[in-house]
């Protein structure tokens, strides 16, 4: 038999996990830094706008984010929207990449091959599959795994979830940390986390319990059409029609 609860409160929590908005990377030399300062481009700004001005008037009781400068400065723009002061978190932030901070595609190509979906399907988001996919158990030199993010994620996480029933959380993130939560939520392995796209300033909303499982109601939510699936469903042009 189900808990009793009070009238008109499930015996869940909400969470919102919100991708951080674009992000000037790569540099002007082609270089992909993560662990770095890396602040919002032009149109990260934007974004962070954009889904702050969807957000206005969310009863959340509170805002978290990871302490990247990316992450802080969508949560600074998304906290004026809700009323809240952000707490950063070090438990989200996205993973170390070690010894490739840095690194250009060029040079992954070159000299390390096995890292390269690091960018296709981490920061462009290119398709992912069981066959082509960033191994979670692939740990960058000096740096970690996705199952190493995951060991200090997922506690921090289940934090977030022992709060009482109704409260609602927003945690602002990074693409594989979200996915890894998701694939929790979902009662999947933390290596299955390649099967969700995460567009720049998309909203993943779950309800879960103290356990962290749960239902998950939106992947993406709030992201125009044209920035889902790796950008790559375009647009028609106005007035054709495909017979």
């Given at each position: 038999?189900?808990?009793p609860?009070?009238a008109?409160?499930?015996?869940?929590?909400?969470?919102?996990?919100?991708?951080?908005?674009?992000a000037?990377?790569?540099?002007?030399?082609?270089?992909?830094?993560?662990?770095?300062?890396?602040p919002l481009?032009?149109r990260?700004?934007?974004?962070?706008?954009g889904?702050?001005?969807?957000?206005?008037?969310?009863?959340?009781?509170?805002?978290?984010?990871?302490?990247?400068?990316?992450?802080?400065e969508?949560?600074?723009?998304?906290?004026?929207?809700?009323?809240?002061?952000?707490?950063?978190?070090r438990?989200?932030?996205?993973?170390?990449?070690?010894?490739?901070?840095?690194?250009?595609l060029?040079?992954?190509?070159?000299?390390?091959?096995?890292?390269?979906?690091?960018?296709?399907?981490?920061?462009?988001q290119?398709?992912?599959?069981?066959?082509?996919?960033?191994?979670?158990?692939?740990r960058?030199?000096?740096?970690?795994?996705v199952?190493?993010?995951?060991?200090?994620?997922?506690p921090?996480?289940?934090?977030?979830?022992?709060?009482?029933?109704?409260?609602?959380?927003?945690?602002?993130?990074?693409?594989?940390?979200?996915?890894?939560?998701?694939?929790?939520?979902?009662?999947?392995?933390?290596?299955?986390?390649?099967?969700?796209?995460?567009?720049?300033?998309?909203?993943?909303?779950a309800?879960?319990g103290?356990?962290?499982?749960?239902?998950?109601?939106?992947?993406?939510?709030?992201?125009?059409?044209?920035?889902?699936?790796?950008?790559?469903?375009?647009a028609?042009?106005?007035g054709?029609?495909?017979?």
């Amino acid at each position: 038999m189900a808990e009793p609860t009070r009238a008109g409160v499930d015996p869940c929590s909400l969470v919102l996990l919100v991708r951080h908005a674009q992000a000037s990377v790569p540099d002007g030399r082609g270089r992909y830094v993560s662990e770095g300062p890396v602040p919002l481009s032009e149109r990260g700004l934007g974004e962070a706008r954009g889904l702050a001005a969807s957000l206005q008037g969310l009863r959340a009781d509170r805002l978290i984010s990871s302490d990247m400068q990316r992450a802080v400065e969508t949560a600074e723009v998304i906290a004026a929207a809700l009323d809240l002061d952000p707490h950063p978190d070090r438990a989200f932030r996205e993973v170390n990449c070690g010894a490739f901070e840095g690194a250009s595609l060029e040079r992954l190509l070159d000299s390390h091959p096995e890292y390269v979906s690091w960018v296709e399907a981490g920061f462009k988001q290119r398709f992912a599959s069981e066959q082509r996919h960033f191994p979670a158990d692939l740990r960058f030199p000096g740096g970690e795994s996705v199952l190493d993010m995951a060991g200090r994620a997922i506690p921090a996480f289940l934090d977030v979830c022992a709060a009482p029933a109704g409260t609602v959380t927003v945690i602002v993130s990074h693409a594989w940390v979200i996915s890894v939560i998701l694939c929790h939520v979902l009662g999947l392995g933390p290596e299955s986390y390649y099967r969700f796209g995460m567009p720049n300033a998309g909203v993943s909303v779950a309800r879960v319990g103290v356990d962290g499982r749960g239902m998950l109601d939106a992947s993406g939510w709030l992201v125009p059409l044209e920035r889902l699936a790796g950008s790559s469903l375009g647009a028609r042009s106005a007035g054709v029609r495909r017979s």
